[in-house]
């Protein structure tokens, strides 16, 4: 899975002095007897682009909506630039949404979208004009100014989409699933277009979407949802390598999961005694009594091949292998494991015409101590 390299200073959620951009305050929206949002809370600051990700019904949506003032909090406050925007309605709020669908009118051509808003607001035909031109320059569309949307592709109509929302200069710009309708090349290239348009303007910019590799690419940082709570909130390389709970871990990527229990502990060394009935060494920096049951969490491509098994050996693990995927870069392996699958990532870094491995064959893995990470809830 890709994970954008961090060339901002993303430091600023971690400075205690620092204020929030944007602040929920133990927000509850419920429909009925049903608890999209329940007492949840978040800080978001300036010039992040951050992303809400969960599956479908998880309450990311609704959250977003809130923000707009597209719906209301029935508990909780909002707060944006340190204004507290929980009652006033949409039209009023420093914020722009981009909707997954675009939104475009037929009707009207390329700069008559991007302009629509514009005349909502009652600016002069001057400003407006200089506006429209701001945003084709910008998103490089100036040569459809005149077209209608029904002429456009679907990467030129979310550029569209995408200035008219620009175009009023929101101190905070909401996407809903902005790139969901384009197909995977295109997606990809706007992913870092986004990126970087974001970095020139300094808007803050808050996505919802369900796609993993999309949140990890573009985002500072990323609030996995659960359910209408938050089950984690860290930077993509952060959620990644050490999710906080189960969930985050199986949601996020691959993993191979282990139970067993703390049978050592020395300073940031724990043995753990697998229900496999191997002994797995991990660094944990979190002291654990002996005895607590935990899950040893191991991402696939820290696998790797294991040249001098022994069956007493820490960290390895003989299995079959069951099933091949060749991704082209990578080939994944599943292997089974003393009635247990295990899944494996290799690269491909030299040309070949067949696996370096192949089905019914044993093979023996391990990985490094550092490589795993011990889960307790």
């Known amino acids: 899975m890709p994970i954008a390299?961090?060339?901002?200073?993303?430091?600023?959620?971690?400075?205690?002095?620092?204020?929030?951009?944007?602040?929920?305050?133990?927000?509850?929206?419920?429909?009925?007897?049903?608890?999209?949002?329940?007492?949840?809370?978040?800080?978001?600051?300036?010039?992040e682009f951050f992303s809400l990700?969960?599956?479908?019904?998880?309450?990311?949506?609704?959250?977003?909506?809130?923000?707009?003032?597209?719906?209301?909090?029935?508990?909780?406050?909002?707060?944006?630039?340190?204004?507290?925007?929980?009652?006033?309605?949409?039209?009023?709020?420093?914020?722009?949404?981009?909707?997954?669908?675009?939104?475009?009118?037929?009707?009207?051509?390329?700069?008559?979208n991007i302009e629509f808003g514009l005349k909502q607001e009652r600016l002069g035909r001057g400003e407006r004009a200089e506006r429209v031109d701001e945003m084709l320059e910008l998103l490089r569309i100036a040569e459809l100014r005149r077209r209608k949307p029904e002429q456009l592709s679907g990467g030129q109509r979310q550029r569209v989409a995408l200035a008219r929302s620009l175009a009023k200069h929101p101190k905070l710009l909401l996407l809903d699933e902005p790139l969901g309708a384009l197909d995977k090349r295109l997606r990809e290239n706007t992913q870092f277009e986004l990126v970087n348009l974001q970095e020139r303007l300094g808007i803050t910019f808050i996505t919802v979407t369900h796609d993993q590799e999309e949140a990890m690419t573009m985002s500072t940082r990323i609030a996995v949802m659960d359910a209408g709570q938050i089950m984690q909130v860290d930077t993509p390389t952060a959620i990644y390598e050490y999710p906080s709970c189960r969930f985050v871990a199986e949601f996020i990527g691959s993993i191979n999961q282990f139970e067993g229990k703390v049978v050592e502990s020395d300073g940031d060394q724990l043995l753990i005694e697998t229900r496999l009935g191997r002994p797995m060494q991990v660094r944990n920096f979190h002291p654990l009594a002996l005895g607590t049951p935990v899950t040893l969490a191991v991402r696939p491509e820290k696998m790797r091949l294991c040249l001098d098994y022994r069956e007493d050996g820490v960290n390895q693990l003989r299995g079959v292998v069951e099933d091949i995927a060749y991704l082209g870069d990578v080939s994944i392996y599943r292997l089974r494991v003393e009635g247990q699958r295990v899944e494996m990532t290799l690269t491909n870094t030299q040309p070949r015409t067949e696996q370096v491995l192949t089905w019914d064959q044993e093979v023996a893995i391990e990985w490094s101590p550092t490589s795993a990470v011990v889960l307790t809830e």
Request: charged residues 25%; aromatic residues 10%.
């Open 53 to 112: 990700l969960g599956s479908s019904g998880c309450g990311k949506s609704t959250l977003l909506r809130m923000l707009a003032g597209l719906e209301y909090p029935t508990a909780g406050r909002i707060y944006i630039d340190g204004v507290d925007v929980t009652d006033v309605p949409p039209y009023s709020r420093p914020v722009n949404m981009m909707f997954q669908s675009y939104a475009l009118f037929p009707h009207m051509t390329v700069a008559q």
């Open 5 to 47: 390299l961090d060339r901002r200073n993303l430091d600023t959620w971690q400075d205690p002095k620092a204020t929030p951009y944007v602040r929920i305050e133990r927000v509850s929206k419920r429909f009925g007897e049903h608890h999209a949002v329940e007492d949840l809370s978040l800080d978001i600051f300036k010039g």
